[in-house]
C-alpha cells in the first residue's frame, strides 16, 4: 500500500513564502517522476511542478506562472518531493496535490495525496 502524506500549506501573505513536502510511504519499485498540482475553486487540476528522478535525474518542469518563484525539489533516498513557494500570489490560493509517477508489481502507476489547502491572503 503505498500512501502520500503532504504537509506544509495553510496561510500565506502576499509576497510570502510557504513550503510544502509530500513524502511516499510504503513500496515503491521505481518512482519516475514526482510532482504538484494544484485546483483552485471552479478551476480543473493544473500542474505546478515536477522532477524527474529515474531514468530523467532531476530535470524539472514549471507551470509558466510560478517560474521564477516556486522550485521543487526531491530526496531519493527519503522517497520525499518539496514545493518552496516565494513571492506568493492570491492566485496561488489552491488546493495542492501531490503527485508520483512509478512502478509496482510490473505495471506503472499514478499516485495522489489527499491535497493540502495554500490560501494567500492579506
Known amino acids: 500500500q503505498v500512501q502520500l502524506v503532504e504537509s506544509g500549506g495553510g496561510l500565506g501573505q502576499p509576497g510570502g513564502s510557504l513550503r510544502l513536502s509530500c513524502v511516499a510511504n510504503g513500496t515503491i519499485q521505481s518512482i519516475y517522476v514526482m510532482g504538484w498540482y494544484r485546483q483552485a475553486p471552479g478551476k480543473q487540476r493544473e500542474l505546478v511542478a515536477t522532477v524527474a528522478t529515474f531514468p530523467g535525474g532531476g530535470n524539472t518542469n514549471y507551470a509558466d506562472s510560478v517560474k521564477g518563484r516556486f522550485v521543487i525539489s526531491r530526496d531519493n533516498a527519503k522517497n520525499t518531493v518539496n514545493l518552496q513557494m516565494n513571492s506568493l500570489t492570491p492566485e496561488d490560493t489552491a488546493i495542492y496535490y501531490c503527485?508520483?509517477?512509478?512502478?509496482?508489481?510490473?505495471?506503472?502507476?499514478?499516485?495522489w495525496g489527499q491535497g493540502t489547502q495554500v490560501t494567500v491572503s492579506s
Open positions: 503527485n508520483v509517477f512509478g512502478r509496482l508489481g510490473g505495471s506503472n502507476i499514478v499516485w
